[in-house]
């Protein structure tokens, strides 16, 4: 089936560790979006690309990091250098023709 | 920076009653719009997207955009304990084509459908 694949669904972070969140698509889309969810708030846009080896900064790309190498694949790091990375992270994606953003199940990020 | 708001929460309504969900937004440029449910732990899903002025409906679901006022809204008919969720509002830069932009959602409204 078509849909957005994120992994891992829980990871556990030592403080000062990298990590990469992989987002995989099937969907055919050419745009793919990261946002950032923190307890009892909305969805924060971290980065965005609508093309292949092409991505925007969205509201909040400080200590993240991004590559989109195929367009059914964009994956996040999280750097040492994001001070509170605690948080539920979603992957999605958008068809240009249809309009519906996709979300993947979410990473949930914690560091210990 | 472009900012989303919505109607602070948390919303209760009775069982059968009509829950109403309003959203501004600061780009009046804006160009797509769109509601998502989300449940505790879970990622949003689409319920509703709409590009023009007026009212689209979809089930017991209707959106209403008013573009000169910059507002848009979620009217849930016959509310369901169902229907309990967190309702989030996104405002696209674009309205497809060849991509949707920068895609910004608001904090979210808590939205609980009492028996």
């Known amino acids: ?112 | 920076q472009k900012e989303v708001e919505q109607n602070s929460g948390p919303l209760s309504v009775p069982e059968g009653a009509i829950a109403s969900l309003n959203c501004t937004y600061s780009d009046r440029g804006s160009q797509s719009f769109f509601w998502y449910r989300q449940y505790s732990g879970k990622s949003p899903e689409l319920i509703m997207s709409i590009y023009s002025n007026g009212d689209k409906e979809d089930g017991r679901f209707t959106a209403q955009l008013n573009k000169a006022s910059q507002y848009v809204s979620l009217l849930i008919r016959d509310s369901q304990p169902s229907d309990s969720a967190t309702y989030l509002c996104a405002v696209g830069e674009r309205a497809g084509g060849t991509s949707y932009g920068k895609l910004t959602f608001g904090q979210g409204t808590i939205l609980t459908v009492h028996p």
């Open chain 1, 1 to 112: 089936d078509g849909g957005i694949t994120q992994s891992p669904k829980y990871l556990f972070r030592k403080e000062g560790q990298n990590v990469t969140l992989s987002c995989e698509q099937n969907l055919n889309h050419d745009a793919m979006y990261w946002y950032r969810q923190d307890p009892g708030q909305g969805l924060r846009l971290i980065y965005y690309s609508q093309i292949v080896n092409d991505f925007q900064k969205g509201d909040i790309a400080e200590g993240y990091s991004v590559s989109r190498e195929k367009k059914e694949s964009f994956p996040l790091t999280v750097t040492s250098a994001q001070k509170n990375p605690t948080a539920f992270y979603l992957c999605a994606s958008i068809g240009a023709l249809t309009g519906e953003l996709f979300f993947g199940e979410g990473s949930r990020l914690t560091v210990l």
